[in-house]
């Protein structure tokens, strides 16, 4: 099953200090998760095995790649009964691979009258061919923000969150629970409450969390707190064999709100121990960098335009020292669109410049991003607005320039009927046409910024970008 389209986005400009500045180019594909899937999950394991599950239809399925995503396996079934919940966005299977290849999913199932939501798990064996039969892991219904992780010597942990024991102190607030498995996945602990030393364990009721193993051996997880109505994010780091956890800050943003704003975290690390944590705080997003040791997070590096409605943000690093920051500008809601967006960064929160959209999703779908055995970053989504697909030769000599531009652009290498689109970094429509030859654009009445080109033909899709710079 072939479903990545491969591109290639550059984006050499960035204006600093009044200035013009190129930066190296970097790379970065998309790869189209199933059509009609949601909220898609992904790891790409140590052996460059691409692993991802996804919603659809109230099911979980499981896929993976041995190309980066240029070829998928064919869906299996993760869950042998029930439903699988996927509603607002971040919702959905959650994905975790052991360095031994076993294979682990956990979710919650799907809210509807009359049913009870516990936490669910499942295990591969055979690299995702089947899935074991479903564990119900939580002792109580009524759970939210299940996510798992495994280290591939026998230890398993899923957290999640949940009303029990009832509080009436802080609004939309919740405990967090765990469960642990020293064996694998084939037994689990009994659903207790998290035992933090610095925290008194409450989290916001709605936001998702994101667990992951440390290269010296901890778990950790991310979350949003809800102690004292201050809604910032924590990461707790504790042993997998025990219940001592240790609250880390990521941010002191001291947002104080009594609702919940259903947008929680991500948690990636990289090869030297240190993990990078994504949020959103007050409307916008951010992504901080831990100390190797995870004793403290520093920076709170915004998007280059710090939009308002930022949402689901995702920083993935790569071994060269960069950091791709993947995110959502447009409403919270599962009618609504929204433009997904992305940035490079240095691990010091330096923007390069480098900077475009990957298309167009529908706000109560997460899209996710993953570090290729190439070192290139590639972006995960579900859209209907394709930034660029295909190898085509018709359009892959397309150029567009000057970069930066004025007040004209030209568009050389077209040589069959084309289709030519303009978005502004808003993911807005400002210019359509069609050419069958070489032709100029007057941009005159574009405001100063980054803007993509789509141009399609017959046979597939293809963007370049530009700046103005006025």
Known sequence: MKIRNSIKLFFFVAIASGTLSVFANTTVHLVHAPAGSNVPDVIMDKDGVLHMVYAQNQNAYYIRSSDNGTTFSSPVRVNSSGTVEYKMGERGPKLAVGDDGVIHVAWMDHWSA???VYARYTRSLDGGNTFE???TVSATSGVDG???????NSHVVLFWHTMVPLQTQVPQATWIHFSRSADN????????NVMINNHNGLACSMCMTRARFGIDGNVYLAFRSAQNSIRDFYVLKGNPAGNNFTAVRVNNDNWNINYCPMVGPELEADNTGRQFCAFMSNYHVYWAI????????????????NEQDEIFPTAIPNNAGQVLFLWQVGPMSVTDSAV?????????????????IA????????????TGTDGNFYIVINTDFIASTGDDPALLTISVFPNPANDLIRITGITE?????????SGDLVFEGEASRDLNINVSRFTPGIYTVLLKNHKTRIARSFLISR
């Open 114 to 116: 009359g049913v009870n």
């Open 417 to 425: 009927e084309t289709e030519i689109k303009i978005f502004n970094l």
């Open 185 to 192: 996945g084939i037994s689990f602990s009994a659903d207790t």
């Open 133 to 135: 039969n479903l564990k």
């Open 359 to 370: 298309g167009k999703t529908s706000s109560g779908t997460k899209a996710t991003a993953f």
């Open 290 to 305: 831990s100390d190797p040791g995870v004793n403290a997070f520093t920076q709170h590096v915004a998007t280059p335009l």
């Open 146 to 152: 299940v996510t798992v992780a495994a280290d591939g």
């Open 340 to 356: 997904v967006k992305w940035a490079v960064y240095d691990t010091n929160g330096t923007y390069t410049g480098q900077q475009g």
